[in-house]
């Protein structure tokens, strides 16, 4: 049980309570403030989540440290993709 473990908890086994979180603090501020979206992110999905959940941008640790810095391009790459998606959608 994680509740058990000594030292604190970090990456993929916050995931999902942190986007729960930050929908939360999103839905219930009506956006009032900027939310950093941490906690699980692995991948540029993990990231693109917590940015859908309601977070202004993203910090890595954890997901930086095993996946590499390549992950990073892969975070920008994908949220310009949602954009330009976005973007073609609106023109239609």
Do not use: C
């Amino acid at each position: 049980m994680l509740s058990e473990q000594q030292g604190g908890l970090s990456g993929k086994p916050l995931k999902k309570r942190s986007t729960e979180v930050i929908r939360f603090l999103a839905e219930k501020s009506n956006n009032a403030f900027p939310i950093i979206g941490v906690g699980g992110i692995h991948s540029a999905e993990d990231a693109i989540e917590k940015l859908e959940a309601g977070a202004s941008l993203v910090q890595l640790w954890t997901g930086f440290v095993y996946e590499g810095p390549s992950l990073v391009r892969e975070i920008n790459e994908a949220i310009l993709s949602k954009i330009t998606e976005a973007d073609l959608q609106e023109a239609d």
